[in-house]
């Protein structure tokens, strides 16, 4: 008889424990999002033989758009260590000042890798949640939709986001502090046109995701 009862006992908390093992093991996660983001601040240099002439661009878009699809390795409960990388594309419109008329459009596309912590919530009704904070360090390739300037790009800052979690999927909105920089340097005949393109601000936005 004890060894029946074994028999039946056995599977039943083989099923418990691979069930509470699924509470805590890695998963990946496949998230894609939108946000907005800082728009480059541009300061020009044209350098000719008659001389050189420099100035600053006007702002005309504060934020830009940017869509992102990344793979994250997480731990959904109770908290741990996140690592993640995504691809973006990102689209902006740099205004001018009165000495350099008219705007650009600029685009980047771009890698970003991800390192941090996350820590998970249970709230009421069996409400699953978690919170985010996440160094990031990236870069990529920037270039004007008009003329042939184009260059690297690198991007460094802190992302944070809040999210709610259901067994296969998950959603959330993301808050990021972001400084980048690139320079964009074109040549025509005896004049040299340089780009210095400087990024400080917040990029604020939304993800969503499927958890396997």
Known sequence: MRCCGLLVLLPLASSLMAEDALDVLPLWSLRAGFQATPTPQVHEEIRSSSGTISG?????????RRFHLGLWRVVPQPSGLLVGAE???ATHALGANDDFDGSQGYRQVGATAFAGWQWGITGQRGLR?????????????GWMTSGDARAPFVEYG????AFIDERDWTAGVLLTYLRGMSQIESTSGSTTNTLDLTTSGFRFGFEAGYNF
């Open 158 to 161: 802190l992302r944070t986001g």
């Open 87 to 89: 691809m973006s594309f």
């Open 56 to 64: 600053d661009w006007g702002d005309e878009d504060g934020h830009a």
């Open 129 to 141: 949640g978690h919170v985010e904070v996440t160094p990031l360090l990236g870069a990529g390739y």
